[in-house]
């Protein structure tokens, strides 16, 4: 025992010694050990190097005596002030024996909070080039042997103008080890490395992928090369291999081949860029999925490397690990190749053999696309999709609760850019039938209910053929019949026309609601707005025959007639219905060119209308004076009117201009207030309940004036002429002839207002005012000008200028031909 103490005494004296003696030797060999350093340092850099403190420790690295450089600044070999490298710190390890011997052998490297920045200008020139061309003479004291580099908190640069790229690389933690044999450097390096950021002719890839890496390098300083042997990238739970070799002496070639182990789908889409991949990362595959790719040729201005990659699965599973749907038993073969990475013009896409089961039901599906910039696809797809399924396993946002199936075999061969232009789009072929098998879904913002969609859908080329297709939108049903022309080029292309041949059968039109789900919302506080506007790409060639129409309180039977629509312009010729107890037909022109400002020209024939129902339904006409319940009868007449709407179809009333030509028939005027104050004149209390036969006239608006021209209403009272103007801001001015019976008490102040004719006397009076206060009295003025036959005249000469203007705008609206859709040219994109 004491034999083993002494022994220990002795061995801890003798580290003790020898560690007095190494603190003690750095101590009075510090400046030495520096000023060697530094010496040698300077014999071989070309460029300025600027250090906040240098200082060596015994400590830092033990037993490795340790060269300590703080606040590192590296100056580049181009022009002007650059850095090449800039360090927090830098130490180098060196064995103290050996410096005790003179002999200054790096053998470690630690560097900490580095940031190295490679460049290479616009004529190729690198900013590295900062050591000085030297032959060895033997005699040099620092040497290299790195067995142990350590990287912390480190950014690594490369720009370059000449080749196009820029690469910014980070590592929290790398450890590498470098073996020198002549000009050859074995570099083996471990540890973590994050592709921040990867562009290459602007295109950015990989970017923020973060990778654990295990590589081994050969990099030969004689011949400017660098051999990869397989190295290990881990990307989450998969690996790459990765093999090649890079060389840059005389030219700059490449081929590097990188191929997956242990991969998956959500490890082949994390390769893509961030704006493709984000909406399918989190899908999750099991299975055998694998990946190859390949890099190779020269790296040049204008040169690049062919790029190819070979990719696919095998009875997989596709599935969101948060949704109930998912694809099984798929299969695909996928490759890409390009000529060069830079040109995504030689780039072609091919997936073949695609095949899977969506929840019990098969499809298969082909896919090829040569030329990314202007693509040419060739793609069949043939399966039936059901709605929830294909939902559940990838949900659209504007679309829920979907239910029903698609049966669908399809195929697409062509050049998306022909598309864009009418005289080549029918070189595109597009052939298959869709076929709609009780399709139900709630569709966008306002919950838009499609039900019991059923038909087919088939497709000539950039055609779609309507057969049967029928459902409910909301309370409203249809059957369609017809054709959509140009209907590719009008969804892949903004801007784009389409035009409809269609014919329209409904038991059932809800207005209110189709109008408010498609042009405007509902609000608490307001009425439904209706942003209504004709887009200048659709062009329409439109039959329906409706059974029943509701709009707001209009509700119409029996509609049938044609729409056409071309150039933000709406034309029907014939359109018939039945409502508010009789017949009308009428047909007319939008002109809806000017958004804020939508022309109306119409003609509208009445047949038996009950005068009482249009003034309900037309809202009283927006006055109070006369209203539905003071009215009865049947009208037939003929209307001939323009007017302008605003975008929420509100009418600016100063453009109204209207001929009304109609009879009324078996009318009644029942407790209207202005006719029993007449009571006073007439002397006769019968007149709030007025019953008349045919009236006929001829009105006519404009200036936001009625304008009354006198008829005669022959009455069970009396018998009456009638005329006057009545205003939009509701100030009337109506003038009154009746018979003057002997029994009537005639008063001195109505001497002036009777007028004796072969041998009848007549009473004229007026009632004047505002429809809120008015005020009747005799009218003497009438008499005396004979007003009623002015106003005949004015209407007539209103009622000649607005004919001439009708018929000046229909030209006008009909001078090109508006409906002719082989003539129409789709616009390019």
């Not at 070979?310 to 798929?330: C, L, M, Q, R, V």
């Not at 329209?504 to 919302?521: C, H, V, W, Y």
């Not at 009571?679 to 009105?699: G, M, P, V």
């Amino acid at each position: 025992m004491k034999t083993l103490r002494k022994l220990l005494f002795y061995i801890s004296l003798t580290i003790g010694i020898l560690l007095i003696a190494l603190v003690a030797s750095v101590f009075l060999f510090k400046d030495k050990i520096i000023n060697e350093f530094i010496r040698e340092a300077n014999k071989s850099l070309n460029t300025p190097v600027k250090v906040g403190k240098i200082d060596v420790s015994v400590f830092q690295q033990f037993p490795k005596l340790s060269i300590v450089i703080t606040d590192v600044y590296v100056e580049d070999s181009h022009h002007g002030q650059y850095p090449l490298l800039t360090a927090k710190k830098i130490s180098f390890q060196m064995n103290p024996i050996e410096v005790w011997q003179g002999n200054y052998k790096i053998e470690g490297l630690k560097i900490i909070d580095s940031e190295t920045n490679f460049k290479i200008n616009a004529d190729g020139e690198n900013n590295y080039k900062i050591l000085k061309k030297t032959k060895s003479t033997g005699k040099e004291t620092v040497s290299f042997a790195l067995n142990n580099v350590e990287l912390e908190k480190t950014v690594f640069n490369y720009f370059d103008l000449y080749g196009k790229q820029n690469l910014r690389f980070s590592s929290k933690a790398l450890t590498a080890s470098i073996g020198i044999t002549d000009f050859n450097y074995n570099i083996k390096a471990k540890g973590q490395l994050t592709t921040e950021k990867i562009e290459i002719e602007g295109k950015p890839y990989l970017a923020g992928k973060a990778f654990n890496i295990q590589s081994s390098l050969i990099y030969n300083d004689k011949d400017k090369t660098l051999l990869i042997d397989p190295s290990l990238l881990e990307l989450g739970k998969a690996s790459f291999n990765v093999s090649g070799s890079y060389a840059w002496k005389e030219k700059n070639l490449i081929d590097l081949t990188t191929e997956g182990t242990n991969t998956s789908i959500q490890t082949i889409l994390s390769l893509l860029p961030q704006t493709v991949s984000s909406s399918v990362e989190k899908y999750r595959s099991e299975g055998d999925v694998y990946f190859k790719s390949r890099l190779k040729g020269e790296i040049g201005k204008n040169k690049h490397p062919s790029f190819s990659a070979e990719f696919g699965f095998d009875n997989a599973t596709i599935y969101h690990p948060e949704y109930k749907s998912k694809i099984e038993k798929a299969t695909l073969q996928g490759s890409f190749a390009s000529g060069t990475y830079s040109d995504l013009r030689q780039g072609s896409l091919v997936l073949k053999n695609v095949r899977g089961e969506l929840n019990g039901e098969p499809f298969q599906a082909d896919f090829v696309l040569n030329n990314f910039v202007d693509p040419a696809i060739i793609f069949k797809f043939k399966g039936k999709l059901d709605a929830s399924s294909v939902l559940g396993f990838y949900p659209i946002e504007s679309i829920e609760e979907a239910n029903g199936s698609l049966t669908t075999d399809i195929a697409f061969e062509g050049k998306i850019g022909l598309l864009k232009n009418k005289a080549t789009a029918q070189r595109v072929s597009t052939q298959g039938t869709i076929d709609l098998n009780n399709i139900t879904l709630t569709y966008g913002e306002h919950k838009i209910k499609l039900q019991q969609l059923n038909g087919s859908l088939q497709f000539s080329n950039n055609d779609l053929a309507l057969s049967n297709v029928k459902g409910k939108l909301g309370k409203s049903d249809f059957l369609l019949n017809g054709f959509f022309k140009n209907v590719i080029t009008f969804l892949l292309f903004d801007n784009q026309p389409i035009g409809i041949e269609t014919d329209l059968k409904s038991a059932f039109l809800d207005l209110d609601e189709i109008f408010a789900l498609s042009f405007g919302t509902k609000s608490a506080e307001k009425e439904e707005q209706y942003e209504f506007a004709i887009s200048r790409n659709v062009n329409l060639n439109f039959n329906c025959d409706v059974t029943k129409l509701r709009y707001r309180k209009f509700n119409a039977r029996n509609i049938k007639g044609d729409l056409l629509v071309k150039n933000e312009v709406a034309v029907s010729r014939n359109l018939s219905f039945q409502s508010m107890g009789g017949d009308m037909t009428l047909s007319g022109i939008v002109d809806a060119k000017n958004h804020k400002a939508i022309d109306l020209v119409s003609t509208v024939k009445l047949n038996g209308i009950h005068v009482d129902s249009a003034f309900y339904v037309f809202e009283n006409f927006n006055q109070d004076f006369i209203k539905d319940k003071h009215l009865k009868g049947r009208t037939f007449a003929e209307v001939n009117l323009e007017m302008t709407f605003n975008q929420n179809l509100r009418l600016f009333p100063e453009t109204l201009i209207a001929d009304i030509g109609m009879v009324i028939k078996n009318g009644e005027l029942n407790n209207f207030e202005p006719m029993k104050k007449l009571n006073k004149y007439l002397d006769d209390e019968s007149l709030s309940k007025l019953r008349f036969s045919d009236i006929k006239n001829d009105i006519h608006i404009e200036n936001k004036t009625v304008y009354i021209p006198q008829m005669e209403i022959r009455s069970n009272v009396t018998d009456l002429k009638v005329s006057g103007t009545h205003t939009f801001d509701q100030r009337i001015e109506y003038r009154i002839v009746t018979p003057l019976r002997r029994k009537r008490i005639v008063d001195v102040e109505a001497q002036n207002a009777i007028e004796e004719t072969g041998g009848q006397s007549k009473l004229f009076l007026k009632i004047y005012g505002t429809t809120d206060n008015y005020r009747i009295a005799y009218d003497v003025e009438a008499v005396r000008k004979k007003i009623g036959n002015d106003i005949k005249r004015e209407v007539q000469e209103l009622k000649d200028a607005f004919k001439g203007k009708k018929q000046q705008k229909e030209i006008e609206l009909q001078k090109d031909d508006y409906f002719d859709w082989d003539d129409q040219t789709p616009q390019d994109n």
